[in-house]
T-cell receptor, first 113, second 114 residues
Framework: AAGVIQSPRHLIKEKRETATLKCYPIPRHDTVYWYQQGPGQDPQFLISFYEKMQSDKGSIPDRFSAQQFSDYHSELNMSSLELGDSALYFC????????????FGSGTRLTVV | AQKVTQAQTEISVVEKEDVTLDCVYETRDTTYYLFWYKQPPSGELVFLIRRNSFDEQNEISGRYSWNFQKSTSSFNFTITASQVVDSAVYFCALRRGNDYKLSFGAGTTVTVRA
């Protein structure tokens, strides 16, 4: 079965650079979520989109922005990167609000040096 | 506000032992959903189970079982006859009925020694 696809798997950036993470949801899933997991931490919700509109917002820095496109894939754009942005970034997708659970991608490991 | 507490930071067992992971949650909502995810050393988050607030039936799936008790706001997870491949971080998570986001507990690291 198709899963949530995230790219790239690994990314190394320097401070103050920009990074773009991509997420391709499971086919027919209309909701996409982004989470950030710092080292030794639990995943923290950043933002979600339902039918290409922002549906919920968590602790996402102003330096980050995201959107969901017409094909339902989503991109997380991160500017002016800081060392503290180094983390594992997960995307998840679901149908609606995920009452039947939602599926996470394998994550993008971002390292800021 | 909603909160998930996993009081056990780390658990170490020898293979074939049973291990129970505790999860206590707080929410004022009557409709909510509870989840367990497994995060192996490779890093991905693997969905294990979802339970809604109206379904207190316990569930068993192979060596995994879950005990949901609304009276004590707990959703505990037991691995029976643990195996080395069970070594991972296990997260309990909560979602409000009309919400999109999951609130995760801090996770419990399970190490199964051969």
């Amino acid at each position: 079965a198709a899963g949530v696809i995230q790219s790239p798997r690994h990314l190394i950036k320097e401070k103050r650079e920009t990074a773009t993470l991509k997420c391709y949801p499971i086919p027919r899933h209309d909701t996409v979520y982004w989470y950030q997991q710092g080292p030794g931490q639990d995943p923290q919700f950043l933002i979600s989109f339902y039918e290409k509109m922002q549906s919920d917002k968590g602790s996402i820095p102003d330096r980050f922005s995201a959107q969901q496109f017409s094909d339902y894939h989503s991109e997380l754009n991160m500017s002016s990167l800081e060392l503290g942005d180094s983390a594992l970034y997960f995307c998840a997708s679901s149908s609606g609000t995920g009452n039947y659970g939602y599926t996470f991608g394998s994550g993008t490991r971002l390292t800021v040096v | 506000a909603q909160k998930v507490t996993q009081a056990q930071t780390e658990i170490s067992v020898v293979e074939k032992e049973d291990v129970t992971l505790d999860c206590v949650y707080e929410t004022r909502d009557t409709t909510y959903y509870l989840f367990w995810y497994k995060q192996p050393p490779s890093g991905e988050l693997v969905f294990l189970i979802r339970r809604n607030s109206f379904d207190e039936q316990n569930e068993i799936s192979g060596r995994y079982s879950w005990n949901f008790q609304k009276s004590t706001s707990s959703f505990n997870f037991t691995i029976t006859a643990s195996q080395v491949v069970d070594s991972a971080v296990y997260f309990c998570a909560l979602r409000r009925g009309n919400d999109y986001k999951l609130s995760f507990g801090a996770g419990t690291t399970v190490t199964v020694r051969a």
